[in-house]
């Protein structure tokens, strides 16, 4: 039987793109010793350099939950397990003796229909699930009693912290990335837990549940980890935001429970302090230290095969079957060493770790500005340096292109080509370091991501908020400022991507946002698609 199961075990590269920029060791009369860090820090951007302060064990909440999730089977394995207990032994029964037809089984239950009822129960705004998928929840919030004693331990310590060896791991090239789905996984349950509270008709404990979820989206956004384990929060963040959207018109809860959940809110909003820490510690901890070994005297040769094992074969010693082959292995090898033949310095670590560095400062000191303010193209001087770089020679892995939707060329570069390229790039200091700017494209996207997760907690409030003036006007509001008069919003939540009020119309009971661009299409949006960039953001209000 085909199997489906929640998993997320992906080198670090193949998460995100490799967040960080990697920095390699000089090569040339200017080579600086590949472990030689402190001398690479020392050209770090003052606003980007960062010492995190180690928190204790007995302290940090990390501990308690990656022993829950150790701990804590799937829902998805634990409903594949059930139906085939419970569900198909019993609904098969009626065709003992008989002869099997196919045809006759069509309306059978099918495993991944189970299993996608048995869902439900992770989403408020769906109804929770009956039957034997309603008895498979339940029969797992039991067998993961000890996951979840281990959870509520974990949340009445200080705070979340991403360990320090943990962050040494990652600077193994295909090292795995077991501890990202442990707050995932751990919001699922107490998502789940809150759902059964409110199907059981205890919405004072669903409540509770619910501001733990809170507290959990807010403990790993402000877990000093790099940039994939701030990624892993927001995504979070987002499960708790829709929950808190659904709960805010469950017919179950009482303003009281309402007025505990908007008073936490702010707490979960998605900080520029959060993030700025979280590009410190990428840079800090990660881009300075993961440095292949190389000798000062190391030749092209030497230069170009460590750049394609790092990263078009990701470490390993076969090409990655996802993104590269041999003969585009091959192809890359023998144009760079025909590219940079000659070159004075192809590659500089302490310049690219400098430009590196500026540019996060540059988004750093920016990150306060409302998205159509921000400064763009931050990495476009550099990147200009080396418009004669031929697209196929891109050392850069192939997902760096299947993330932005656009296609890596596979064709072979003309010596023409390559000889004009040669001519321009040789006059360029560095052109590999700056070819690894490509990398700035993802943190820009994160930051995307940030403001979203920013929109989502504005608009969640906006969502407790009309449910309550609801309840005591008997309708929703004219205006979003008639929130603030009445006393259930502090001001009138602003747009992170315009830096304008959220749009609101009552009349059609839906909030939106701008988006990416700078066009207010009116709330006009497709309610089945995801959130695709260029169209507004769009909420409906139940």
């Known amino acids: 039987m085909k199997r489906r199961y929640d998993n997320l075990s992906l080198d670090r590269r193949q998460f995100l793109t490799s967040t960080s920029l990697v920095a390699l060791s000089q090569v040339g009369t200017h080579a600086a010793t590949a472990n030689d860090s402190h001398n690479l820090a020392a050209h770090i951007h003052p606003d980007v350099k960062y010492v995190r302060a180690e928190l204790a064990r007995q302290d940090n909440t990390f501990w308690d939950w990656q022993e829950a999730n150790d701990k804590l089977t799937s829902l998805n394995k634990f409903a594949e397990d059930y139906f085939e207990q419970h569900v198909e032994v019993i609904d098969g029964a009626k065709h003992e003796g008989d002869e099997q037809d196919i045809d006759d089984w069509e309306d059978e239950p099918d495993l991944f229909d189970f299993q996608d009822e048995v869902d439900k129960a992770k989403e408020l705004a769906k109804p929770f699930p009956e039957g034997d998928a309603r008895d498979c929840v339940r029969d797992w919030l039991e067998a993961s009693k000890e996951s979840i004693r281990l959870v509520e331990r974990g949340l009445a310590r200080r705070r979340y912290q991403v360990p320090q060896e943990y962050l040494t791991a990652f600077l193994s090239t295909g090292n795995k990335m077991e501890e990202l789905p442990v707050p995932r996984n751990i919001a699922t349950l107490k998502t789940v837990l809150c759902n059964d509270c409110l199907a059981r008709g205890e919405p004072a404990l669903a409540t ?28 979070v963040h987002t499960t708790a935001m829709d929950a808190v959207n659904a709960f805010a018109f469950s017919p179950q809860i009482t303003n009281q429970s309402l007025a505990k959940i908007l008073d936490f809110l702010p707490q979960t909003m998605p900080s520029t302090q959060s993030l700025a820490r979280v590009f410190r510690v990428e840079v800090g901890y990660y881009v300075q230290h993961d440095l292949p070994v190389l000798p000062p005297t190391a030749d092209l040769q030497q230069l170009v095969d460590t750049l394609i094992k790092k990263y078009l074969q990701l470490g390993n010693d076969e090409p990655n079957a996802m993104f590269t082959s041999h003969e ?6 023998s144009g760079m060493l025909k590219l940079f033949d000659g070159h004075p310095q192809p590659f500089d670590a302490a310049d690219t770790i400098r430009i590196y560095s500026e540019s996060v400062a540059t988004m750093i000191n920016d990150l306060s500005s409302p998205w159509l303010q921000r400064k763009q193209d931050i990495a476009k001087p550099w990147l200009a340096e080396i418009a004669a770089w031929p697209e196929p020679l891109s050392f850069i892995n192939d997902l760096s292109f299947s993330l932005s939707g656009d296609e890596k060329e596979e064709r072979a570069v003309t010596d023409y080509e390559l000889s004009q390229a040669q001519v321009k790039l040789r006059q360029v200091h560095n052109p590999i370091g700056k070819h690894m700017l490509h990398y700035f494209n993802t943190f820009e996207s994160i930051r995307r991501a940030h403001h979203i997760g920013q929109l989502r907690a504005e608009i969640a409030g906006v969502f407790i908020a009309c449910r309550m003036y609801r309840d005591k006007e008997r309708r929703l509001p004219d205006r979003l400022s008639d929130l603030v008069t009445s006393g259930l919003l502090p001001s009138v939540p602003i747009d992170p991507f315009s830096g304008q009020a959220v749009r609101y119309d009552p009349r059609r009971r839906l909030i939106w946002s701008f988006g990416t661009n700078e066009v207010d299409d009116n709330g006009d949006w497709d309610f089945n698609a995801t959130f695709p960039d260029g169209d507004d953001i769009v909420w409906r209000i139940p």
């Open 328 to 333: 585009q292995i091959d192809r890359v090898r």
């Open 208 to 235: 509770q549940h619910l501001v733990d979820l809170l507290k959990i989206a807010n403990m790993t956004m402000n877990g000093e980890g790099y940039l994939v384990h701030y990624m892993v929060a927001l995504g």
